[in-house]
C-alpha cells in the first residue's frame, strides 16, 4: 500500500486568488492523479500528474486553471488558480502502489476548499 | 453509456444486519479489476476490497465480500454485522489498463 499525506487539509479562501495543495507519498510511485469531488458528487479527474513532464489534462480542465507540477516520484501539487465559489470541492490526491492482491489506487485524505 | 452504475443512491440497514450495495460496469476489456472505497464525512477515500475479472472466487475482506457475477456484470458489496461506523458513501469502481472508473456512489446510514 501507500501512504499520502495532503496539506492543507483544509482552506477557505477568497474569489480571486490561488490555492497549491501538496501531496507527498511515502514511497516511489509512477502513476499519481488529481481529482475534485464537488459536493454531493462522485470523484472527477482532473489530470495525471506525470513526473519529467508536464500534466495530462482530462477534457474540461486546464493547466492555466489547474497548475501541477511532479518534480520527483513521491510529490506533486496542485493549484487552483483564480477561484470561484464554483471551485469549492474536496480535491484528492491518489497513487497506483502495490497492494496485498494487486495494484491498487490509494487516496490522500483529501483537501476540503471553500471559496468565498 | 456510463462504466460504472450505482443505482442505490441511499440505504439504510439496522446496526448487525447485513446489506447489500449494488454494481454493474460495462466493458468489453477481458481484463479489468474491481475495487470498493468507503468515504466517511471526513472526505477520505479508503480501499476496501478488489475483484479481478479472472478470479473464480468472490473477494473476502473481513466483514466485507465482493458478490461478482462476471456474466451479468455486476461487482455487489456485501456488508455483514453492520456497524454504525459503516455509516458513509461507498463508491465502487473499475479499472481498464490505465484508467479507472467510479461510480455515483451509494450513502449508508446504519441505524441503531
Known amino acids: 500500500s501507500a501512504v499520502i499525506s495532503q496539506k492543507p487539509s483544509r482552506d477557505i479562501c477568497q474569489r480571486g486568488t490561488s490555492l497549491t495543495i501538496q501531496c507527498q507519498v511515502d514511497?516511489?510511485?509512477?502513476?499519481m492523479f488529481w481529482y475534485r469531488q464537488q459536493p454531493g458528487q462522485s470523484l472527477t479527474l482532473i489530470a495525471t500528474?506525470?513526473?519529467?513532464?508536464?500534466?495530462?489534462?482530462e477534457s474540461g480542465f486546464v493547466i492555466d486553471k489547474f497548475p501541477i507540477s511532479r518534480p520527483n516520484l513521491t510529490f506533486s501539487t496542485l493549484t487552483v488558480s483564480n477561484m470561484s465559489p464554483e471551485d469549492s470541492s474536496i480535491y484528492l490526491c491518489?497513487?497506483?502502489?502495490?497492494?496485498?492482491?494487486?495494484?491498487?489506487?490509494?487516496f490522500g485524505p483529501g483537501t476540503r476548499l471553500t471559496v468565498l | 453509456a456510463q462504466k460504472i452504475t450505482q443505482t442505490q443512491p441511499g440505504m439504510f440497514v439496522q446496526e448487525k444486519e447485513a446489506v447489500t450495495l449494488d454494481c454493474t460496469y460495462d466493458?468489453?476489456?477481458?481484463?479489468?479489476?474491481l475495487f470498493w472505497y468507503k468515504q466517511p464525512s471526513s472526505g477520505e477515500m479508503i480501499f476496501l476490497i478488489y475483484?479481478?475479472?479472472?478470479?473464480?472466487q468472490n473477494a473476502t475482506e473481513g466483514r466485507y465480500s465482493l458478490n461478482f457475477q462476471k456474466a451479468r456484470k455486476s461487482a455487489n458489496l456485501v456488508i455483514s454485522a453492520s456497524q454504525l461506523g459503516d455509516s458513509a458513501m461507498y463508491f465502487c469502481?473499475?479499472?481498464?489498463?490505465?484508467?479507472?472508473?467510479f461510480g455515483t456512489g451509494t450513502s449508508l446510514t446504519v441505524i441503531p
Open positions: 500528474a506525470n513526473q519529467g513532464s508536464e500534466a495530462t489534462y
Open positions: 466493458t468489453s476489456d477481458q481484463s479489468y479489476g
Open positions: 514511497s516511489q510511485v509512477t502513476m
Open positions: 469502481a473499475m479499472r481498464e489498463g490505465n484508467q479507472f472508473y
Open positions: 475483484q479481478g475479472s479472472y478470479d473464480e
Open positions: 491518489s497513487v497506483v502502489a502495490s497492494g496485498r492482491v494487486t495494484d491498487t489506487q490509494y
